[in-house]
């Protein structure tokens, strides 16, 4: 699997409309399992969050978002903001990776960031960065192995 064999193209309006509310809920199910807030804080969150990113739908500024084409089929998402919202202004930032389960496995996510990686270069940008959650060690790994770089670190322990 190379990303040559994985492209990016634009959602549709539908396709849109079916993942908002996917990818709210899975950034709140994330912020609530990091143990960041409890479920309705996250679920709070996670909705003024998208609402404000979102707030001009598919056309909102600094918004990228795109379906992953593995051929004709779509396999996942991939988000970015262009620049990121903080901070330098030559720096992309990946809100969300996602591949479907049925998907996992074959290579698409490390493809995706590459992708990602050009698409940000192609826009001018000098640096891409990303959160990730301390407990997805699949991520992590991948991320590690494409060469990113642990910038700040958030620890706690529950009493």
């Given at each position: 699997?190379?990303?040559?064999?994985?492209?990016?193209?634009?959602?549709?309006?539908?396709?849109?409309?079916?993942?908002?509310?996917?990818?709210?809920?899975?950034?709140?199910?994330?912020?609530?399992?990091?143990?960041?807030?409890?479920?309705?804080?996250?679920?709070?969150?996670?909705?003024?969050?998208?609402?404000?990113?979102?707030?001009?739908?598919?056309?909102?500024?600094?918004?990228?978002?795109?379906?992953?084409?593995?051929?004709?089929?779509?396999?996942?998402?991939?988000?970015?903001?262009?620049?990121?919202?903080?901070?330098?202004?030559?720096?992309?930032w990946v809100?969300?990776?996602?591949?479907?389960?049925?998907?996992?496995?074959?290579?698409?996510?490390?493809?995706?960031?590459?992708?990602?990686?050009?698409?940000?270069?192609?826009?001018?940008?000098?640096?891409?960065?990303?959160?990730v959650h301390?407990?997805?060690?699949?991520?992590?790994?991948?991320?590690?192995?494409?060469?990113?770089?642990?910038?700040?670190?958030?620890?706690?322990?529950?009493?």
């Amino acid at each position: 699997m190379t990303d040559a064999e994985l492209i990016l193209r634009p959602p549709t309006q539908d396709e849109f409309e079916q993942w908002l509310p996917h990818t709210e809920a899975g950034y709140a199910r994330r912020i609530a399992e990091s143990g960041a807030m409890p479920a309705e804080k996250a679920a709070e969150k996670a909705r003024l969050d998208i609402a404000r990113r979102f707030s001009n739908g598919l056309s909102s500024p600094g918004q990228v978002l795109f379906r992953l084409m593995a051929g004709e089929q779509p396999v996942g998402w991939l988000w970015l903001n262009v620049p990121a919202i903080d901070g330098d202004p030559l720096m992309a930032w990946v809100n969300d990776i996602a591949v479907d389960p049925a998907y996992r496995g074959r290579g698409y996510g490390r493809a995706a960031m590459l992708l990602a990686e050009r698409e940000a270069r192609a826009r001018g940008m000098t640096s891409l960065g990303l959160n990730v959650h301390g407990q997805n060690t699949v991520a992590r790994s991948l991320y590690d192995s494409l060469g990113y770089e642990v910038m700040s670190q958030q620890m706690h322990k529950p009493l």
